[in-house]
């Protein structure tokens, strides 16, 4: 299981660090990632690490705002966020990558987390 948390509610340029716990073993043999989803939209790829966290990715939107880190031994997933902007309002989902598909696609993720919400006000 994937729980993420750390959501909320914050201003322009804030910033907000989610944190996604895993449980059942399903975390440090497989590469994480974090998508959104905002009312109306499809769900979005925001970043990727390796199972190793040597290898990252990130959307053109977020990169150079948003972090994306792991730590194995204590099975989390971390999503650093900075600079926010009122677009980046949307639900947050952490997921582990188990294929071979491309990372940017949420079809290759077979674990979800329930999803925290970010709220950028202007």
């Known amino acids: 299981q994937l729980q993420a948390s750390g959501g909320g509610l914050v201003q322009d340029g804030g910033s907000l660090r989610l944190s996604c716990a895993a449980s059942g073993g399903i975390f440090s043999d497989y590469p994480m990632g974090w998508f959104r989803q905002a009312p109306g939209k499809e769900r979005e790829f925001v970043a990727h690490?390796?199972?190793?966290?040597?290898?990252?990715l990130y959307s053109d939107s977020v990169r150079g705002r948003f972090t994306i880190t792991r730590d194995n031994a204590k099975s989390t997933l971390y999503l650093q966020m900075n600079s926010l902007k009122p677009e980046d309002t949307a639900a947050y989902y952490c997921?582990?990558?188990?294929?071979?598909?491309?990372?940017?696609?949420?079809?290759?993720?077979?674990?979800w987390g329930q999803g925290t919400q970010v709220t950028v006000s202007s």
């Open positions: 997921a582990a990558r188990v294929g071979t598909i491309s990372p940017t696609e949420a079809r290759g993720y077979d674990y």
């Open positions: 690490i390796s199972w190793t966290g040597g290898s990252t």
